[in-house]
């Protein structure tokens, strides 16, 4: 039996990729391992200072699937109701479960950023918000294999994750998670344009069952998205 308790996850660990945050600084792979390099090196300067300023958080739970019509319409246990495309609903129609979660690594990051743009000095400003952007998604992929660990009955398998505002999903429907999950809890609010605060914040629905469609263990992965040619893509 999945147990369906909202549950609160303080201190996520996280170890930042140096190579990721160079990726999304836009510089290629054999690139990030240059240590001449001044990106580089400030990169590693930089680092040091925003271990100590992340409070990365976590908060998740699981509601029983009741049904999914045909134009996207899913109803849950405890009588929430959502609106998805038909891309979800080809690859969570036959889940038990959905999970809904947030994580963060909170405000402190992006004050940091904010403060070196206001001094000009520019090439920091992006390293802290590339920091920022990986750390996130680290706490996310963190939070999801705990979860996966600690929650998810043998046989079950788990789809692809979905975020709010996202190609797949109408960002209004964000209010919707936030209702269920409360992330007020770990910090995390909305704004009137149902964008999360802090920014360096992730929220996504997964569904979970033993008959899934599509299933996947590589949750953030590349190969589902709808933009082939961005610029951060993984090769």
Same mark, same amino acid.
């Given at each position: 039996?999945?147990?369906?308790?909202?549950?609160?996850?303080?201190?996520?660990? $996280?170890?930042?990729?140096?190579?990721?945050?160079?990726?999304? #600084?836009?510089?290629?792979?054999?690139?990030?391992?240059?240590? =001449?390099?001044?990106?580089?090196? %400030?990169?590693?300067?930089?680092?040091?200072?925003?271990?100590?300023? #992340?409070?990365?958080?976590?908060?998740?739970?699981?509601?029983?699937?009741?049904?999914?019509?045909?134009?996207?319409? $899913?109803?849950?246990?405890?009588?929430?109701?959502? =609106?998805?495309?038909?891309?979800?609903?080809?690859?969570?129609?036959?889940?038990?479960?959905?999970?809904?979660? %947030?994580?963060? %690594?909170?405000?402190? $990051?992006?004050?940091?950023?904010?403060?070196?743009?206001?001094?000009?000095?520019?090439?920091?400003?992006?390293?802290?918000?590339?920091?920022?952007?990986?750390? %996130?998604?680290?706490?996310?992929?963190?939070?999801?294999?705990? $979860?996966?660990?600690?929650?998810? &009955?043998?046989?079950?398998? #788990?789809?692809?994750?979905?975020?709010?505002?996202?190609?797949?999903?109408?960002?209004?429907?964000?209010?919707?998670?936030?209702?269920?999950?409360?992330?007020?809890?770990?910090?995390?609010?909305?704004?009137?344009?149902?964008?999360?605060?802090?920014?360096?914040?992730?929220?996504?629905?997964?569904?979970?069952?033993?008959?899934?469609?599509?299933?996947?263990?590589?949750?953030?992965?590349?190969?589902?998205?709808?933009? &082939?040619?961005?610029?951060?893509?993984?090769?």
């Amino acid at each position: 039996m999945v147990k369906t308790e909202t549950n609160v996850i303080e201190k996520i660990p $996280i170890k930042i990729a140096e190579g990721e945050v160079l990726r999304y #600084l836009g510089y290629q792979k054999k690139l990030s391992l240059n240590d =001449s390099s001044h990106v580089h090196k %400030v990169l590693k300067e930089e680092l040091e200072q925003a271990y100590p300023l #992340l409070e990365s958080k976590g908060i998740y739970c699981f509601l029983t699937m009741i049904s999914i019509s045909q134009n996207g319409v $899913i109803r849950t246990g405890q009588d929430y109701q959502f =609106s998805v495309n038909k891309k979800i609903i080809n690859l969570i129609q036959n889940a038990e479960y959905l999970l809904f979660a %947030v994580a963060t %690594v909170g405000a402190k $990051i992006e004050e940091h950023t904010r403060e070196w743009f206001k001094e000009g000095q520019y090439l920091k400003a992006m390293v802290w918000d590339a920091l920022g952007t990986v750390a %996130v998604k680290t706490a996310g992929q963190w939070l999801n294999h705990f $979860i996966e660990k600690e929650n998810i &009955p043998r046989g079950f398998q #788990l789809s692809r994750y979905f975020e709010p505002g996202s190609d797949d999903w109408d960002i209004q429907e964000q209010k919707k998670v936030f209702t269920i999950l409360q992330p007020e809890k770990i910090g995390v609010t909305l704004n009137s344009s149902c964008m999360m605060e802090p920014a360096k914040s992730l929220s996504w629905i997964r569904g979970m069952g033993q008959n899934l469609t599509h299933s996947c263990r590589d949750e953030f992965s590349c190969d589902y998205c709808a933009l &082939p040619n961005c610029a951060f893509r993984k090769k």
